[in-house]
């Protein structure tokens, strides 16, 4: 079965910066349709970026030109560059796919606070 590891969560002022990484293994050959979700205390998780089978990313509105996502084939993983981030931000961050939909990690927590 596919195993996703999430990584590099922690405690960040307003403002600065992390990127988080989703490390994927076993039975997989390449690493494609990945998304990232985050779910906050007291709200149901959202789907906040998207990378497609052919190379196509979305985001949600709140980390619109904050946030990048992006992947590495040859390290089946893929990353979420967060930039000028917000208290808001704050919430256990996971990676899936719609090809193992029924496929989490434990997440990794981000808090932005001063």
């Known amino acids: 079965q596919v195993q996703l590891v999430e990584s590099g969560g922690g405690l960040v002022q307003p403002g600065g910066s992390l990127r988080l990484s989703c490390a994927a293994s076993?039975?997989?050959?390449?690493?494609?349709?990945m998304g990232w979700y985050r779910q906050a205390p007291g709200k149901q998780r959202e789907l906040v970026a998207f990378?497609?089978?052919?190379?196509?990313?979305n985001y949600a509105d709140s980390v619109k030109g904050r946030f990048t996502i992006a992947d590495d084939n040859a390290k089946n993983t893929v990353y979420l560059q967060m930039n000028s981030l917000k208290p808001e931000d704050t919430a256990v961050y996971y990676c899936?796919?719609?090809?193992?939909?029924?496929?989490w990690g434990h997440g990794t927590q981000v808090t932005v606070s001063s």
């Open positions: 076993g039975r997989i050959v390449s690493i494609y349709s």
């Open positions: 990378i497609g089978s052919s190379g196509n990313t």
């Open positions: 899936n796919s719609p090809r193992w939909p029924g496929t």
